[in-house]
């Protein structure tokens, strides 16, 4: 099944005067249960296509169909709700909300979803399990290491349950040790739950994960391979 | 609900002085005007209570020919058998104390200084003089036969030099258009608080005012408490007779009452540039946040946050600051206001003319109305004003304030 499809999408910054093509007329599939990378240069367009994919933004021409549903006319209440029920996020920063706690930063797409406290407590509880970071439920994010901030990260992105993961340069900030757990963590998990990730990448080591290598340059994908 | 609040009371949190200082700012604002509420209200009691108390009364029945700037005593602008119409006057329900009153105009001198008074001619008994009776600080208040004793003001005795007993030189232009002239012997001095009204009149008893000035039986206007003076209407429209004209107080204290209404729309503007100031450092202190936060606002609405979630979040914070600051204001302002309602500001004399007459010490007074008033308007101000930084953290596109941080 098709979890993303995107034809022949074209992206065009403006600033100021001047145009810079980000993406050009791409066309890709992203399919139920895959591990896709996107690899290529800085500027090459893996970042784009990964807001494109994640309707973080719109393309100025194309079509995005996320989970069925094209997405180009969608209002930006819509768009949120898109993200919020069926795509998570893990982003190279730690992005994770400062005054909250490891916990509460799990629960609140379930928060947004309108989840039951009850719900929450065992879905959170299940998930901090899942990424081995429990015994720091309560802890802010300032209190935990990199690789703890980022497993929390990864365990908010999956709280919804949702079809797609998008990973941009997940490893990018995270030492050899804990970038090899995040990456051994969310292969786990794609081969337990059959979630669908794609991540942008340039490190070789994370590239090695996928079992589909998606190659950019300059705004179009040049090289397409399963593994 | 609740998560908002958390989440607004951690994000305050975080810059505990930055937090502290706005908080302080709406409290000072709020104190502030709620302190300038009370006296204002304070002043414009008093300056209503001592005119009418001193000067006008809540209704004046005079010959309808009378002239008030004149101060004649002619009898053709005088009522006659005056104590006559006012035991007819008092006989009223609605009415406290009818009393009639002779004012002439006169000279005072003692030793070499002479100064312009209004003499008043009145019945000592009535309660209508309490205000005298009550205020003497020194000697006895008149009595109706005394022939020979006068009653003066503090600031007059002081800058005369008199003291009770001494003797003093009045002269008084009498109805036949003369001016006779004599001694009179100071039998008590009195302050009412308002130094501006007490250093301008002296007292006689009426039946020597009359004799004194050829007025005799007669008086300039019968001078009319009420119980209570939102009957003045009423009661002006049931004593009016042929040749008599009846003022109401708001007819005799037009310039009074006019400006007890221009200083609600006076207070009004006060309070919305204070409030003004105010909400724009509250403006300030959520704008900060908003841009130290874009990030997070990114997250949030990547996670699927939407823009009225995210203008909640930020109002959150609005609203606890608003609470904190207008809650520690209210108690400081309702403390001043409740000290200065004892002790009092005071000001002296501050010259104003006999058409508004202020105590010279002010006592702030704080309703529960202005002070609801005042707390609900703040709340309002504040949480308007910060719909715009609240609105600007949810437009933001996500991208944009994802990669702003980066």
């Known amino acids: ?191 337990e739950t059959g979630v669908t990730f794609v991540f942008a990448t340039h490190d070789p080591r994370v590239i090695s994960y996928a079992n589909r290598v998606v190659t950019l340059q300059d705004g179009l994908i040049t090289n397409d391979s399963k593994a | 609900m609740m998560n908002y609040f958390k989440m607004a009371y951690r994000n305050l949190g975080r810059h505990r002085r930055r937090t502290f200082l706005s908080t302080l700012a709406l409290a000072m604002g709020t104190a502030l005007l709620m302190f300038i509420a009370a006296f204002f209200q304070g002043e414009m009691r008093s300056s209503m209570e001592t005119t009418l108390r001193l000067n006008t009364g809540h209704l004046q029945v005079k010959n309808a020919n009378y002239d008030p700037d004149k101060l004649s005593v002619a009898w053709e602008y005088l009522i006659e058998n005056p104590e006559q119409v006012a035991a007819q006057i008092e006989a009223l329900g609605q009415v406290q104390s009818a009393t009639p009153r002779l004012l002439a105009s006169g000279i005072v001198s003692a030793s070499d200084e002479s100064v312009g008074v209004q003499i008043m001619g009145i019945v000592p008994d009535s309660s209508a003089n309490d205000p005298y009776r009550d205020g ?9 036969d005394d022939r020979e004793g006068i009653v003066i003001g503090y600031p007059l005795a002081e800058s005369l030099g008199l003291n009770v007993g001494d003797q003093l030189n009045l002269l008084v232009n009498t109805s036949e258009g003369n001016v006779d002239e004599q001694k009179f012997t100071v039998r008590g001095i009195f302050s009412t608080g308002t130094t501006s009204y007490d250093k301008g009149v002296v007292f006689l008893p009426l039946a020597k005012a009359q004799s004194f000035s050829g007025a005799t039986n007669h008086a ?85 946050m939407k823009g009225r979630q995210i203008i909640a979040l930020f109002l959150a914070e609005a609203t606890l600051l608003a609470l904190s600051g207008i809650t520690f204001g209210s108690l400081i302002g309702w403390a001043l206001s409740a000290y200065f309602s004892k002790v009092g500001v005071y000001f002296g004399d501050l010259g104003m003319s006999k058409d508004m007459l202020l105590n010279d010490r002010i006592y702030t007074e704080l309703t529960l109305d202005s002070a609801i008033n005042l707390i609900v308007t703040a709340f309002i101000i504040t949480i308007i004003a910060s719909l715009y930084p609240a609105r600007m953290a949810s437009r933001m596109e996500p991208v944009e304030a994802l990669h702003g941080a980066q």
């Not at chain 1, 393309?59 to 069925?68: A, C, D, E, L, Q």
Request: charged share 20%; net charge negative; glycine share 8%.
């Open chain 1, 1 to 191: 099944m098709e979890v993303a499809k995107l034809t022949d999408v074209t992206r065009v910054y403006k600033i100021g005067e001047l145009e810079t093509r980000a993406l050009n007329g791409v066309s890709i599939t992203i399919n139920d249960g895959e591990f896709t990378s996107l690899v290529g240069p800085s500027g090459s367009g893996k970042t784009t296509l990964l807001q494109l994919i994640g309707c973080l933004d719109q393309p100025t021409s194309g079509k995005v169909i996320i989970n069925g549903k094209e997405t180009t006319n969608l209002n930006r209440n819509q768009r949120a709700d898109l993200r919020k029920e069926a795509i998570g996020f893990v982003f190279q920063f730690f992005a994770l909300i400062p005054t909250l706690t490891a916990y509460e930063n799990v629960e609140m797409p379930l928060l947004l979803n309108g989840k039951s406290p009850a719900e929450r407590k065992q879905r959170v509880m299940e998930l901090l399990a899942a990424v081995d970071v429990a015994n720091r439920a309560h802890h802010r994010p300032d209190q935990l290491s990199g690789g703890q901030q980022q497993r929390i990260a990864v365990a908010r992105a999956l709280a919804t349950n949702p079809k797609l993961i998008l990973a941009d340069e997940p490893t990018a900030n995270l030492d050899t040790e804990n970038g090899k757990q995040v990456m051994d963590l969310m292969q786990k998990l794609n081969k």
């Open chain 2, 136 to 144: 003497l600080v020194s000697g006895d208040f008149l009595t109706a």
């Open chain 2, 220 to 304: 300039s206007m019968i001078f009319i408490l009420l119980k209570d003076r939102e009957q003045a209407d009423v009661v002006a429209a049931a004593i009016q007779g042929e040749g008599y004209k009846v003022e109401t107080w708001r007819e005799l204290n037009e310039l009074l009452v006019l400006v007890n209404d221009f200083s609600n729309a006076y207070l009004t503007i006060i309070n919305l540039i204070i409030l003004g100031v105010t909400a724009t450092v509250i403006v300030n202190t959520l704008l900060m946040s908003v841009f130290e936060r874009t990030r997070e606002i990114g997250i949030l609405s990547a996670i699927g």
